[in-house]
């Protein structure tokens, strides 16, 4: 999955949990199918122009925000999304090298 993929995928989760909707109601809403925006949201599928207007349209975002890499925490600072998920994946890697017994 690419950066903009994954950042597009987070971001359309991201708003879709704002407006507390299902991935059935976002799809409803963007005239697509439950099954597509779930492959969306997990980076499978990237999703054309106009799709992307009316998921965007549906979250009622413009659809570059769709695009933002950095997620607002509320108090002004902002985390850069990919170096914490790089941060997690080594953290679990190296928990799960550990409790099989490699170095």
């Given at each position: 999955?690419?950066?903009?993929?994954e950042c597009l995928a987070l971001n359309i989760k991201k708003y879709r949990r704002m407006l507390n909707i299902t991935q059935e109601q976002l799809a409803e809403r963007a005239k697509s199918s439950t099954t597509y925006i779930g492959t969306?949201?997990?980076?499978q599928k990237f999703p054309s122009p106009q799709m992307i207007e009316r998921i965007a349209?549906?979250?009622n975002v413009d659809s570059?925000?769709?695009f933002q890499p950095s997620s607002n925490l509320g108090n002004g600072d902002k985390i850069?999304?990919?170096a914490l998920k790089k941060t997690l994946m080594e953290n679990i890697e190296?928990?799960?090298?550990?409790?099989?017994?490699?170095d």
């Open positions: 999955m690419t950066k903009v993929q969306i949201e997990i980076g349209d549906a979250l570059l925000k769709l850069d999304v990919y190296k928990a799960v090298e550990m409790s099989i017994g490699r």
